[in-house]
């Protein structure tokens, strides 16, 4: 594999691997003093036109966990900021040399179609509305670590699917690996493709969180929806938010989980955020150790 620009297309047993490589990664480098050196040599360049914390910052310290030179390009402080394009940006990286580029950008198919121009390897670290892979493989990777076999898994998503790459990378690995996966938000925020997605949706949240053995709530993207998809956040939160009353209706030991950024009170309560189901807080951990892993495996045996 040269580059990760989605899920579709690998198989259960692919993902596995990767999960397989990110839990070595866990044991052996994050936990044993993060030093490691598989990617000496590798030069990996992050270069985002969204902002980030969570998957921007993770790839970085995975490269340098693993010895590679790492350098970081935020397009407002770039030469994207006097009209360069996102081609001749990426062409210009590849020149110095990049072993590995990680993008994110707004528009859906952006990676895949520099990933045409370039020697180096291309991540798709969130295109748009279409996916986001890493992060699918890191929560995939929390749900096993804390769950066992995927296989059977009852996931429920509740949010704003129509906006989320992350719910779109979600359905299809989850899928991909033999869990069940139920959608549940407002009918304005579910995507018009659902048919084709071979899950259930309901806009009646209670009914998908009903038995579910993780509960992953979706952040309201306000900054890529119209407006008029909910009264307000205030409504949102009641009818459609995650808080302790709906979470018993899941399976008493149902995991919490969210991307993250999560807008407090929204999407969730802050004490279904804080509470011992959450496993928000080592979904950041196992980000990284994914991230690791991934870029092992593309380095392995590729040369530019
Ligand atoms: N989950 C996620 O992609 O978070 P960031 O936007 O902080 O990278």
Redesign the pocket.
């Known amino acids: 594999m040269k580059h990760l620009l989605g899920l579709k297309g690998l198989s259960e047993t692919e993902i596995q691997e990767i999960m397989t490589e990110a839990f070595w990664m866990k044991r052996e480098v994050l936990e044993k003093g993060k030093k490691n050196n598989c990617l000496s040599g590798k030069s990996v360049i992050t270069l985002f036109f969204?902002?980030?914390?969570?998957?921007?910052l993770s790839f970085e310290l995975a490269s340098k966990y693993l010895g590679a030179t790492a350098a970081n390009i935020a397009a407002s402080g770039s030469s994207v900021a006097k009209g360069e394009t996102l081609l001749d940006t990426v062409k210009t990286i590849d020149r110095m040399g990049a072993d590995v580029i990680i993008i994110?950008h707004s528009s859906s198919g952006a990676q895949a179609f520099v990933s045409n121009y370039t020697k180096a390897s291309i991540i798709n670290?969130?295109d748009g509305m279409h996916a986001?892979p890493t992060?699918a493989l890191l929560d995939m990777m929390t749900m096993q670590e804390k769950k066992g076999d995927l296989k059977g898994l009852k996931v429920a998503i509740i949010g704003d699917v129509k906006h989320s790459r992350?719910a779109r990378s979600n359905i299809y690995g989850l899928k991909t690996m033999g869990a069940e996966v139920v959608l549940g938000g407002p009918a304005t925020l579910m995507p018009a493709e659902i048919e084709g997605m071979g899950v259930k949706a309901y806009t009646n949240v209670d009914e998908a969180i009903r038995g579910a053995d993780v509960v992953m709530g979706l952040r309201i993207q306000l900054e890529r929806q119209q407006k008029g998809a909910f009264p307000s956040v205030a409504e949102y939160h009641r009818c459609f938010g995650i808080n302790e009353e709906r979470l018993r209706l899941a399976a008493p030991d149902a995991l919490v989980m969210h991307?993250?950024?999560v807008n407090r009170g929204v999407e969730l309560s802050a004490d279904v955020i804080d509470g011992v189901q959450s496993v928000i807080e080592e979904q950041v951990t196992n980000?990284v150790c994914v991230r690791m892993a991934v870029l092992k495996m593309l380095t392995d045996g590729n040369e530019r």
């Open positions: 969204e902002n980030s914390t969570r998957t921007r994110r670290a969130g986001h992060q992350v991307p993250g950024p980000g």
